[in-house]
């Protein structure tokens, strides 16, 4: 009878041995929580397409910020609904707009979480898109001026990182020019450096009110068939003074994430987006897969295709199950 030299099975023999010989490990510290915050006063709406996630007043943000610093999450990503839109998604850079008042409540109150801030218009725009338009056409160049000045209110607020999601070319460099002549020059930026126009996008559009009232976002976000693009646009930000990459969404580009991460040491972070966490979520509603395990495996997987850092909406659950 054929006896193999080498018997894999050997190290996989209980439970304890195989802690020993695992290559990835899912930590609470990987995780980023991103939040969605609102004017008013104790308001905790619930976005229905993303079971467990609410529109929160910042009274409530608070409530919810000391849950997420007990169970050890060392940072949270902030979104801005505002009560009032324009063309140009002016209360983005108003220093007394929505974001700006949240971080500067957290930071009173939780002064060593990290918080970084969502530097985009398209929550702030009339016509849903993450910049300037005119004639139907997304600007690039006039867009720059505004998302560096969102920027920059988010350090003079106190936010700890800024991290641009529009994908307009060259608002990296914009937004370090800027921050480091306003005395920031110490404030990280976490670039969303491959995003995606992808179609897993659609309850965080309900959750933030950001859906595009004409056209669609193709023109400026990547198109989800490349993988060469992606090593270009990492590239480019990592130049113009990116500290943090991101690539999203996560699930569909586990082969984007290894491909950033083989070519490029920055940090990076992979973005369990919106639509990933629903379907997770719809799933074990009904039965069908084990809630626990299944996340569990999903964001393993990311660390193990590369990414250091993981944005997720299962971080509490995540962070509540690594910790028993």
């Keep these: 009878m054929y006896f193999p ?3 894999p099975r050997r ?3 209980s439970a304890n041995m195989r802690r020993l010989v695992r290559e990835n ?3 609470v510290d990987d995780l980023i929580y991103p939040f969605f915050v609102t004017g008013g006063s104790n308001v ?3 976005v229905e397409s993303m079971p467990g996630v609410y529109n929160l007043s910042i009274d409530r943000l608070l409530t919810k910020v000391a849950a997420i610093q007990a169970l050890g999450i060392p940072g949270i990503l902030l979104f801005g609904i505002p009560d009032s839109k324009d063309a140009f998604g002016s209360g983005a850079y108003d220093a007394g707009g929505i974001v700006q008042q949240a971080v500067r409540a957290v930071k009173d109150k939780f002064p060593d979480l990290l918080v970084i801030t969502d530097v985009c218009l398209c929550e ?3 016509h849903g898109h993450c910049g300037i338009v005119h004639e139907s056409q997304v600007l690039n160049d006039p867009t720059l001026e505004l998302l560096a000045r969102t920027a920059v209110s988010h350090a003079q607020s106190g936010a700890d990182i800024v991290a641009p999601s529009d994908m307009m070319d060259g608002r990296v460099q914009a937004i370090r020019k800027a921050l480091d ?3 920031f020059a110490n404030i990280p930026i976490m670039s969303y450096s491959v995003k995606y126009a992808s179609a897993f996008y659609g309850p965080f559009r309900e959750a933030a009110g950001s859906a595009p009232q004409f056209g669609d976002r193709k ?9 060469r693009e992606a090593l270009r646009e990492a590239e480019q930000d990592i130049a113009e003074g990116a500290d943090i990459i991101i690539v999203k969404p996560a699930m569909a580009y586990m082969d984007v994430i290894a491909a950033v991460r083989g070519n490029f040491d920055s940090p990076l972070a992979a973005y369990n987006v919106s639509g990933e966490y629903s379907m997770l979520k719809a799933a074990a509603r009904l039965g069908w897969i084990d809630e626990r395990r299944t996340t569990l495996e999903l964001l393993t997987g990311m660390k193990r295709a590369g990414a250091d850092i993981i944005i997720t909406y299962h971080a509490p659950d995540v962070a509540r199950w690594l910790n028993e």
Aim: glycine share 4%.
């Design 25 to 27: 490990h899912l930590r």
């Design 181 to 183: 002549a306003e005395g």
């Design 44 to 46: 905790q709406k619930p």
């Design 11 to 13: 190290l996989r023999s």
């Design 124 to 126: 702030y725009t009339d």
């Design 5 to 7: 030299v080498a018997r």
């Design 219 to 227: 023109t400026y976000q990547m198109d989800p068939p490349n993988l």
